[in-house]
């Protein structure tokens, strides 16, 4: 280590040894690990502080920039197309041609960065897997540590796991997915890492951190000279794009690797993104590998961006398909968008989970996910997302089947019938009914989901479905909203309105029901009380928080000082 400094000048021989070996400026509060240490270098955490120091005043700036859109929409205003970017939108231009390493996406399975499940999507069959940082992950520092020290494992190739309980060793098959990796949102601090006094921007230590101890071998394994490869979630503009691609250039340049090396595919998940994918392409246009449909969280972006807009209140969420007018819109632009510019337009999620003891109702799940991947291959996605590898087959076979040898439709399925899409279009109200099951289902759905997520799992199997953030935060902003205005519940002939206390009844009651299924002591050893206290104060909040996870984040940093081991 460096010099000691006044806080640890005291300390025994022994904590000194085991503290991380930080450079100027950066303080490590998170517990020690060997393991860890190996990732949290001096050089990795200098790349990681230059990052830092060269961008936080501009993505302050665009964080800033989102409060004063959001105050605008709260004032009235609508998003729309920017006539300054008209140019950008109607010229023709393209991106960077596709990498052959990833020119096929037929499907893609996404999960946490957790070692088994890193081996288990790797072998699956999919065609790409993504590893998330974001939203299936909740951002523990021994989550997020133990999912680096596993996506280096991975790229190196010698990953394993051996399961205790079933007596099983895994690792990787010969043929394995392609490993996007998904770093958190630029909004999403690091509690656990300080540089300058401040702690550190989430989404740059994540990608950081992967990128100084994998870029080399990835390229050399996996990208066919290409990579890493990455997504990139929650962005709302083009000026959030900029940022990402000049980190990317930085990145290239310390590595002494060639522009354009890194891709990544941007989540179009917000409604003011909606408006902007061709000026977004077009920052990243070196490195895009195109655009993703990220339909849960656009759901909750377009009820947080109508916030104060009663018109346009959601019907019951499981109402709110890819067959309504607004999301259909949205899912037809961006396939016509990326197929102009060259690149890949993936489909969203499938989150049904196999269900091994009801085989008529795995059925009708698996029909329904069959369904829906028709609707996204027909329509000219060149890929989509499943949540669990037993969807893989199913999924392959619907696009393998109506896309015959072709790796894309990039070239085959222009959409130019897409081009006449208008901003009422992609604003059009939602059609349906709110009912008081609806409420119920959120409030349970939320509460569980909050549960696990403050425990340390963020991907967590509910009724059927694998839920991450985005469906916790539809369930929280569609309660907060229906309480705002008192909305009358007109699906199930009640015709009550929704009020602070129908709410508080329904709370009470799901969590009795919550504790019914999970069981006594699971119930007693979790964090529920302690969830649904969190998520009905922001159900009742006077004003909507911006995001269930950065609020509730303060009940998981864990400071130890000195990044020191908990034994000392």
């Known amino acids: 280590m460096g010099p000691a400094t006044s806080e640890n000048h005291h300390a025994p021989p022994d904590m000194k040894k085991l503290g991380y070996d930080s450079p100027e400026g950066v303080e490590i509060r998170g517990r ?108 523990s520092w021994e989550n997020l540590m133990r999912g680096q020290v596993n996506l280096k494992d991975a790229v190196d190739g010698t990953i394993t796991f051996h399961d205790k309980v079933r007596n099983r060793v895994y690792k990787l098959n010969n043929q394995t997915a392609k490993l996007f990796v998904r770093p958190r949102g630029w909004h999403l601090p690091e509690a656990h890492i300080l540089i300058d006094g401040e702690p550190a921007i989430g989404c740059l230590v994540d990608f950081g951190l992967y990128f100084y101890h994998n870029y080399a071998a990835f390229r050399r394994i996996q990208g ?5 490869f990455f997504y990139l979630p929650k962005m709302e503009n083009s000026r959030e794009a900029k940022i990402w691609n000049c980190v990317f250039e930085k990145a290239e340049k310390v590595a002494g690797i060639e522009r354009g090396s890194i891709r990544a595919t941007v989540l179009i998940e917000t409604l003011p993104a909606v408006f902007q994918m061709n000026e977004i392409l077009h920052e990243l246009r070196d490195h895009s590998v195109g655009l993703n449909c990220g339909r849960w969280d656009y759901i909750f972006s ?32 961006l396939i016509w968008t990326c197929h102009r510019r060259g690149v890949h337009a993936m489909g969203g999620m499938a989150a049904q989970i196999p269900i091994r003891d009801d085989p008529e109702a795995n059925k009708e799940a698996l029909e329904l996910v069959r369904k829906d991947k028709l609707r996204e291959v027909r329509a000219g996605h060149d890929g989509t997302w499943a949540a669990h590898p037993g969807l893989i087959p199913a999924c392959m076979e619907v696009f393998s089947d109506n896309m015959g040898n072709t790796p894309n439709q990039i070239q085959s399925m222009k959409r130019e019938d897409a081009s006449t899409i208008t901003e009422e279009d992609l604003l ?20 569980q989901y909050l549960a696990a997520w403050l425990t340390g799992t963020g ?12 469906t916790a935060e539809i369930s929280r902003v569609q309660n907060w909203q229906w309480l705002k205005y008192g909305v009358e519940l007109d699906g199930d002939g009640l015709g009550v309105r929704v009020s602070n206390d129908l709410f508080g009844k329904v709370v009470e009651e799901e969590m009795a029901r919550i504790e019914r299924e999970v069981g006594k002591e699971k119930f007693q050893r979790g964090r529920y009380k302690e969830a649904c206290k969190i998520f009905a104060r922001q159900c009742t909040a006077p004003t909507l928080d911006d995001f269930l996870t950065l609020n509730a984040y303060e009940n998981i940093v864990i400071h130890h000082p000195m990044g020191s081991s908990p034994r000392l």
């Open 32 to 139: 020690y690990d060997g393991e860890f240490a190996a990732i949290l270098t001096k050089d990795a955490l200098q790349f990681v502080a230059d990052l830092q120091r060269e961008f936080r005043n501009r993505i302050k700036y665009a964080m800033e920039c989102r409060k004063e859109a959001r105050r605008r929409y709260s004032e009235g205003a609508l998003p729309g197309f920017d006539p300054a970017t008209r140019c950008i939108r109607e010229e023709e231009w393209t991106c960077a041609p596709v990498p052959p390493a990833v020119a096929d996406r037929k499907v893609e399975i996404t999960g946490p960065v957790e070692r088994k499940m890193i081996i288990n999507a790797l072998n699956s069959g999919a065609k790409v897997f993504m590893a998330d940082f974001e939203d299936a992950l909740s951002p």
């Open 224 to 228: 066919a000279g290409f990579g890493p």
């Open 302 to 333: 377009y009820v947080k961006t109508f916030q104060a807009h009663p018109d346009r209140l959601l019907p019951d969420r499981v109402q709110v398909g890819m067959t309504q007018h607004f999301t259909k819109s949205y899912s037809d632009l």
């Open 428 to 447: 059009q109200r939602p059609r349906g009914s709110r009912s008081l099951e609806g409420l119920r289902l959120n409030t349970r759905v939320g509460i």
């Open 459 to 470: 991907s967590v199997p509910l009724y059927n479905l694998m839920e991450d953030a985005a």
